[in-house]
């Protein structure tokens, strides 16, 4: 898993994580990205980790550099990121300070801090690398992971495109002073503003308050129909939505985006609280009345299901089939005409999606109609489908495995053609 900018307290709050065992670590490895231009700055996290001695994390320090006029479109570090893409199962885009707004066409307010350039122009330029346009890294493996937290949703939204809002007490609730933003109710404050005033007296510079999942999303499954408390510490947002991406969760107002996702890729999410806060974990007063642990602790196991290619992904928990092995250890329950040896390559990288419980039985919602050979494939539909199709194999167990109607998936197989696999859906 790749981390971005990984300073101490980003560190630490995923170390918290693998202790609440909600990432595993025996078979976790993170690898933490900067920039060569920027190593001075991890002097510290680098002596924490060495005391920590965590020996699931390693770092990489990269020597290119992203030019301010090269930020969207290939550029000197275009293989670098290819190649990160090529040995990791996902990225994490973590916390951080506000992006330019010349990357989405305005000019920055007096409230706009832009503190690290080269940061910024390398993480949008990746996060564009990876989920932009035709040539975007992840359609070569759409089960890869993407995880923007805060500044990560951010940056994913201006990558593709989209607008921010630079400075939501301003700009929504047309407040201008710490004074009157205090004064808003306390689910429209989205970091601690008490914290400007006086921060002995109030030294906590995050806030919790509720979130409002959209009806058709993963997180409103997570949340079970509740409005889940999460921990917020910005005073940006997303404002027009980047191509592709859809709102998962608004603020209690709905006037704030609180979560977006990707049409096409289930497994890239953008969340603009800190579900990997530590301070989540804490069972004190000051934490009593912010997250909703329940919560979070669901949203970091679907997130480790993902990255571990064990069939999680970021979307509605009835469209997945997690209660079942993954595919490729079910090679026995296969129909006869499947070669086992011939169907390694092919359901290794298959993944489970899409599924949906009806009564006792598992089906596919909908089989998006390609072909194979030729050959027409039969297509499927649920009547409660309310997700988007999405071009592949849908399976639970042998047989709703989705064949063409003639001739099966022998002469496929046996042609060897990594295109027609992928045609009909190996992930």
Known sequence: MLLTYPKVEVLKNIERLVDEKLLSAPRLHVVGLFQEADESQFIETKKYARRAKLDWFEWKKISCEVGPDDVFKNNACTDMFGALFDVSHGAVFSGGPDLPPSYYREEALLTTRVTEPNRSRFETSFMRHLIAGDDALVKKRPEYVVLGLCLGMQTMNVALGGTLVQDIPTEIYKARTVEQVVKLAPETRHTSYRHLLDAAAHPRHWRAHPIVPADDAWLADLAGGKHPKVVSAHHQSVDKIGSGLEVAAWSADKKVVEAVRHGSYA?????????????????????????????????WSDFFRAVDGGGGAF?????????????????????EFFDARKMHAFVRRMRIADIRPDGNHVHPVEFFPISALGKPMTRITAPLARTRPIQGIYECTWYSVLVPRSGGLEPLLRSRRRDSLRAIGAW
């Open 267 to 299: 497994n890239v999410l953008g969340i603009q609280f800190h579900a990997e806060y530590r301070q989540i974990w804490k069972d004190d007063d000051s934490a009593k009345n912010a997250p909703d642990q329940a919560f979070h602790r669901a949203f």
């Open 315 to 335: 979307r509605r928990r009835g469209s997945v089939a997690s209660a079942g092995d993954p595919v490729q250890n079910r090679h026995e329950k296969l129909p």
